[in-house]
């Protein structure tokens, strides 16, 4: 695997990428206050030949660190105080415009690499992004994974659900999650049943992370739906 920085239409991202040829993309997209530099070296785990884009998220969190809107934390940290979150009421500033960022991305490597099958992946705020670009963006997608997020803004999202049937969705969450709670993540697994994904479920008995059963079930999902051999 070889990594190598670019710019994709206006996000900077760094780009994984196997030693064998590859039509597969895999957008690899993370929470708020993280860097691209801390998935790239997950995708060089995983071990599937497709060329990860990890991107970074337009909005500064912290000296270095990112994300895809901004988050009052006063009012987070108060809102924890009665437990983990569920955020499919909250409308957050920037969701469009983030989600305008990731679809021209999105395209812009399809124009540079050609518009073999690709897949979305979120981690948190990465997840709910994705989501939201697939039910309102319209993104053509072979897969998407959504780890530890949360519906969002989900009033806006109802009218355009049956864009997902069909998908196959991978959705994975803690049960000791303290951020994003455990219900949440299962309202979203749910709802993008319901409305007609091929749904993929993964509980697991740690917090607000990609654990080794994540992990291990991320691979073989992609390596299923992007149609990639095991490197």
Do not use: K, N
Not at 88 to 102: I, S, T, Y
Not at 142 to 170: N, Q, Y
């Amino acid at each position: 695997m070889r990594e190598t920085e670019l710019q994709l239409a206006e996000l900077r991202a760094l780009v994984v990428e196997p030693d064998a040829p590859t039509r597969s993309t895999v957008f690899l997209l993370h929470g708020y206050d993280m860097r691209p530099e801390d998935l790239a070296p997950f995708a060089h785990t995983l071990g599937v030949t497709a060329r990860f884009v990890v991107p970074e998220g337009p909005v500064t969190a912290s000296a270095g660190r990112f994300g895809w809107w901004p988050i009052d934390q006063e009012r987070r940290v108060a809102a924890l105080t009665a437990g983990p979150r569920d955020l499919w009421r909250e409308h957050p500033a920037g969701l469009d415009h983030a989600r305008r960022q990731l679809q021209a991305a999105v395209y812009a490597a399809a124009t540079r690499w050609g518009d073999g099958p690709t897949a979305l992946v979120g981690f948190s705020q990465g997840g709910m992004l994705a989501c939201d670009a697939v039910c309102r963006g319209e993104l053509p997608l072979a897969a998407l994974a959504l780890l530890s997020s949360s519906r969002i803004a989900f009033d806006s999202w109802r009218e355009h659900l049956d864009r997902v049937a069909g998908l196959p969705v991978l959705v994975a969450h803690g049960e000791h999650d303290r951020d994003l709670a455990f219900s949440a993540g299962e309202a979203l697994r749910d709802a993008l049943a319901d409305a007609g994904a091929q749904v993929s479920w993964v509980s697991h008995g740690e917090g607000h992370v990609i654990p080794l059963p994540v992990w291990r079930a991320l691979r073989r999902f992609l390596v299923e739906h992007l149609s990639a051999d095991r490197a």
